[in-house]
């Protein structure tokens, strides 16, 4: 199409939603000769009918000429439109026969077999390659690229997110409020303001570790946010830093250890105590909820039983050393996906569907209060409690360090064995170097 000069009126129509989804993509990328604005609806449209595209797009007052793209993979298919507008609009067929699949075998490395099997490329896809419902624009294109994150792998989309989580610090308000003390935005603010809580007679960080792993959950919490973003000069690979480490190329060791050595402030200082660790996750939420701690590190799944308890309270994000571009602890609460040897493919793309559909993701966000959703069209609720990471949540600063791992390590066995050394951080049996390289030689032996 060199040298092809664009009318002022332009309409994208395309056959079908993975066509779609990937001229969005096409657009969102600026690879194609027209962009979004130069569009009718500034978007591609899913309309195979010339009399149906005249009576919603031509019936309106256009002064010039409009060009249709058709993109399709058939020349067989007749685009007619009434008399009085067959001067006016220029069509160009854009003809992508074979089926869009092929994208898919070609990918795979798989067209040799594909031209042995006799099959559509569709059938193919669906039968020997395992790939459900590659069609779907609601698959390709209607989940966020954070909540596809742990669904891909490779280039390849092997399932859909549920609802996200996240987690953080609750606040005492009334606390802080007493003690005379501002919401703390940094690392340094917060040890001082727990310091000053302290000093009048209350628990200032409270933790529940005999049976959770909260402590873990504040410290990887500090490392999103103080080294994996915000600290270039200490980590200049960001999170691919992790990918590096899954495929054993770097150590944590040599690389975290100062963001490590700072949290364990927390612990020299005493704010998170050894006799923690004979504490209950619950208890110290009790505790929390009679007025007697100021921050507990916590989320969205305590929401219900603090808001019935009566207590004045918010919700911060995790520490960091700048206080700024902050994150909080999180990702996908689980996904959903087909086992590749299930005897009812229609079935499970049946449920897979309704699963991935808005009422259903709707129903996901409205059962978890304060969660997030990873589907356009969802509106996940954000109580008043939530204003201090409203702005993070809403900007998709959510991630969990363990997730990235994940590409060639079992991220859950990395996950308990932070967890482990960090209970002997907490009882000064060991340093936080020496956690970090715990780390190394666990990553050696699993990976």
């Known amino acids: 199409m060199e040298g092809l000069k664009l009318s002022k009126y332009n309409a994208c129509i395309c056959e079908g939603s993975a066509e779609m989804a990937i001229i969005d993509i096409l657009l969102d990328h600026e690879l194609l000769i027209f962009q979004r604005e130069d569009l009718i609806e ?55 026969a074979p089926e869009i699949e092929m994208l898919i075998i070609h990918n795979e490395g798989k067209y040799r077999q594909f031209k042995k099997s006799n099959k559509k490329s569709s059938d193919f896809c669906k039968i020997d390659l395992k790939m459900a419902n590659v069609k779907d624009y609601d698959f390709v294109k209607e989940f966020n690229e954070a909540g596809m994150s742990l669904c891909s792998a490779d280039g390849k989309i092997y399932g859909i997110p549920s609802y996200g989580w996240f987690s953080g610090i609750w606040c005492n308000a009334s606390i802080l409020e007493e003690c005379g ?72 060791d040599g690389h975290i250890n100062d963001c490590v050595n700072k949290w364990c402030t927390l612990v020299e200082k005493g704010l998170i105590a050894s006799e923690s660790l004979g504490i209950s996750c619950q208890e110290m939420l009790n505790s929390f909820k009679n007025g007697e701690v100021a921050f507990l590190h916590g989320g969205p799944w305590q929401y219900t039983e603090l808001k019935e308890s009566g207590v004045n309270f918010k919700m911060l994000p995790q520490l960091s050393e700048t206080g700024e571009n902050e994150y909080v602890l999180g990702g996908p609460a689980a996904c959903f996906g087909i086992n590749v040897n299930t005897e009812n493919h229609d079935g499970a793309e049946a449920a897979l569907t309704a699963l991935a559909s808005v009422e259903v993701q709707q129903a996901f966000a409205d059962a978890n209060v304060g969660g997030t959703s990873y589907r356009s069209g969802v509106e996940a609720q954000m109580p008043e409690e939530y ?38 951080v907490i009882s000064g049996d060991i340093s936080g170097d020496d956690l970090v390289k715990a780390i190394d030689t666990k990553a050696d032996s699993i990976r």
């Open 42 to 96: 500034e978007t591609p449209l899913l309309c195979r009918n010339g009399k149906k595209f005249e009576e919603q797009y031509l019936r309106r007052q256009f002064d010039d000429q409009i060009t249709v793209f058709r993109i399709l993979d058939s020349r067989r298919e007749k685009f007619k439109l009434s008399k009085a507008y067959q001067s006016k609009v220029h069509v160009i067929n854009v003809i992508t």
């Open 181 to 252: 003390v501002e919401i703390p935005k940094t690392f340094d603010e917060f040890v001082a303001a727990c310091e000053t809580i302290n000093e009048k007679g209350y628990t200032a960080y409270g933790f529940g570790i005999a049976d959770d792993s909260t402590a873990t959950s504040s410290l990887l919490g500090y490392l999103e946010n103080s080294y994996y973003h915000n600290n270039e000069e200490a980590n200049p690979d960001g999170t691919d830093f992790d990918t590096k480490f899954a495929m054993g190329e770097v150590t944590m």
């Open 387 to 424: 204003e201090y990471v409203a702005d993070i949540i809403n900007n998709g600063n959510i991630a969990f360090p363990s997730d990235r791992w994940s590409v060639n390590l079992p991220s859950q066995s990395l996950f308990d064995e932070f967890t482990a050394q960090l209970q002997g």
